[in-house]
């Protein structure tokens, strides 16, 4: 039985990139713990898979096809949100897309692109839901960041670690203004995250992958589902009292040294030096 605490019955959560990865599960989660769900994504018929399988809960699930990095199409859907349910109650704060480029190439139309996405898009996804909470007295955003919003990536990852340490102060800054009203804001800061764009680019390097994994303690890759529980966690009343927090969802990645060497990997080098070591000469 779920504890009380945890159930989001009569919630209304919003949710970006419902598609696909985060933003599905995300959805899917919020329905599992009792929300109707509002799901979002420029691929439409997507979400609307999304949306049918949030029905299938028994929860309300609608689809709409928005692009989160125009801010007047954010303002209109909230409108929609408006004469559906009448509330928000969760952000899933998570749509937006990065660029590849090295800091000598890339373009200022390229950057620009990347903010308006992940910090323009995400801000007034912000500040649409938060007036709604802030009317309400109550209410949680959750912003996806990034490892890449508290270090340096490298790989071409200028662009986007600058969106990313935005979204991280953003996410500060908005909880220092509204928590004392009644609205938290957090973010979760993920690790690689398997989904279709990451996965054609380790099809592409075949290296990248065993890479990824020699930083990550855990063991593996993270996984879409791995977000659910926190998700739950911070929409429901058992986080009430966690506001401004930005929390890795990683495997130990963040925490290890950068010239560390993470347990399974140190297993495997032992595990190969016994099978082959044939005793002291």
Not at 6 to 28: E, P
Not at 39 to 57: F, H, K, Q, S
Not at 199 to 219: H, K, N, Q, S, W
Request: charge should be negative.
């Amino acid at each position: 039985m779920t504890h009380p605490m945890f159930n989001l019955t009569g919630k209304v959560a919003v949710v970006s990139g419902a598609a696909q990865g985060m933003g599905k599960a995300t959805s899917i989660a919020m329905a599992e713990a009792g929300a109707d769900v509002f799901m979002i994504d420029r691929n439409l018929e997507g979400a609307e898979i999304t949306a049918a399988t949030v029905r299938e809960l028994g929860r309300r699930g609608i689809a709409v096809g928005t692009d989160v990095s125009d801010p007047e199409a954010i303002r209109e859907m909230f409108q929609q949100v408006d004469s559906e349910f009448g509330r928000v109650d969760f952000l899933g704060n998570i749509a937006g897309e990065g660029h590849l480029a090295a800091p000598e190439d890339l373009t200022t139309e390229a950057l620009v692109s990347v903010l308006n996405s992940l910090v323009i898009g995400r801000f007034t996804m912000c500040q649409e839901a938060g007036r709604r909470m802030l009317a309400q007295g109550r209410g949680s955003i959750m912003n996806i960041s990034s490892l890449a919003g508290v270090t340096g990536m490298g790989r071409g990852h200028i662009a986007y670690t600058m969106a990313m340490h935005a979204v991280a102060g953003m996410t500060r800054e908005l909880s220092t203004e509204w928590s004392g009203r009644g609205v938290r804001v957090n973010a979760v800061l993920p690790a690689q995250v398997r989904n279709p764009h990451l996965e054609l680019r380790m099809a592409d390097d075949p290296t990248l992958e065993d890479r990824f994994v020699a930083g990550i303690p855990a063991g593996r890759m993270g996984v879409p589902d791995d977000i659910k529980g926190l998700v739950v966690l911070l929409a429901s009343d058992a986080s009430e009292w966690i506001t401004g927090t930005l929390i890795p969802m990683d495997g130990g990645n963040i925490a290890m040294n950068a010239g560390g060497s993470p347990g399974h990997m140190q297993h495997k080098v032992q595990s190969d030096f016994n099978k082959n070591w044939a005793g002291p000469k």
